[in-house]
């Protein structure tokens, strides 16, 4: 029977330290300062800012939130993310997603200052992770790397199968466990025998959103799986449910650790934004100040 990784623990840890250091910048009057984009007014998009407002809160982060009519231009938005990056006082960056249909999300985040960019989303960051100068790493890749790290397993030398090869997950989780010199297989929509890789591997890490995926005959016995999926599903009773990737009940027979969902990969990963902010501050706080 698999052990659970306990992503909310995890997070609770990492939201401790975020804390301890913001305070002692803040000592030496440093503020942390995350300014958020929010465009169009939606009641989701409102109550997801509220959240991040108090998450930010609970660990002395500054957070503004910059709400744009739905119909701003592509150049609204730009002005807007251009004006933040040479505001001195703003710290870290976002754009709240999903956008209204009009605006293409890549290019705005292709605006972000790599150093502001708290969700390590602007193209500039990964090739800064490809070339070995991380500034800022994605936020979920970097949420798998820790959960994966909590079980103590040894990422040199491990078989890795990333199942998923998204920009957002799948692509930087395989890079980042390249960087940990795993041996990285990444398997995405044209993998010919899919359970002939994650089969044998030591890690999988199944980032596509797609519930039922990964049965108990896709891991061997022993592995470590780390399911980012989230999808609602409906029940028999006519309730729904948030489920991941992975059929839990059936692989926690055979792996050695698992991540739940809820309550392994998405706490964790709300948790790195608020580190990746840190680190933003303190990289921009290390530098002189006419750069910026
Ligand atoms: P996405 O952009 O739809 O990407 C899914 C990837 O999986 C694509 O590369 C897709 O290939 C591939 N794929 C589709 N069917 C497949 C199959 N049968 N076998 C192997 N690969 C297949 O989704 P995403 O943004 O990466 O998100 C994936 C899931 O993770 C979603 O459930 C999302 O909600 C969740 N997520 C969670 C977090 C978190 O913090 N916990 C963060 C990000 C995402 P094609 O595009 O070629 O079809």
């Known amino acids: 029977m698999a052990m659970m990784i306990d992503g909310a623990a995890l997070a609770r840890q990492i939201r401790e330290l975020v804390k301890a250091r913001t305070a002692e910048l803040a000592a030496n009057g440093r503020v942390v300062h995350l300014t958020a984009i929010l ?5 989701a998009g409102e109550l997801y800012a509220q959240r991040q407002k108090e998450t930010c809160a609970a660990v002395g982060i500054n957070y503004e939130l910059i709400t744009l009519r739905a119909d701003a231009t592509a150049e609204d938005v730009a002005a807007t ?15 709240h997603l999903p956008l209204p249909e009009h605006l293409d999300a890549t290019e705005l985040q292709y605006q972000i200052d790599p150093v502001k960019d708290v969700e390590g989303v602007n193209p500039a960051n990964i090739g800064y992770v490809v070339y070995g100068h991380t500034l800022i790493a994605p936020c979920t890749a970097l949420a798998v790397i820790e959960l994966i790290r909590s079980t103590g397993v040894t990422l040199r030398g491990a ?7 998204s920009e957002i997950a799948g692509k930087p989780i395989a890079l980042l466990l390249t960087e940990e010199m795993a041996t990285v ?13 994650t089969s044998r ?7 596509v959103g797609k519930p039922g995926l ?7 016995e ?15 009773d006519g309730t729904s449910r948030t489920v991941g990737d992975v059929v839990f009940e059936d692989v ?10 809820p309550g392994g990969v998405g706490p964790m990963t709300v948790a790195i934004l608020l580190r990746n902010t840190l680190r933003s501050a303190e990289l921009l706080f290390s530098k002189p100040k006419d750069l910026y």
Not at 81 to 95: A, C, F, K, P, Y
């Open 159 to 165: 078989e890795a199968v990333v199942v998923g090869a």
């Open 201 to 207: 591997a030591d890690i999988v890490v199944v980032a």
């Open 222 to 236: 022993g592995a470590i799986v780390i399911d980012v999926g989230i999808n609602r599903v409906k029940q028999a």
């Open 185 to 197: 297989t990444l398997c995405h929509i044209a993998t010919r025998d899919l359970r002939a890789h």
């Open 214 to 220: 990964i049965t108990g005959e896709h891991v061997r």
């Open 81 to 95: 993310i251009h004006r933040l990056n040479r505001d001195l006082s703003v710290t870290g960056i976002m754009l």
């Open 39 to 43: 465009v169009g007014s939606t009641g």
């Open 252 to 261: 926690e027979r055979k792996a050695a650790h698992i991540t739940p969902v």
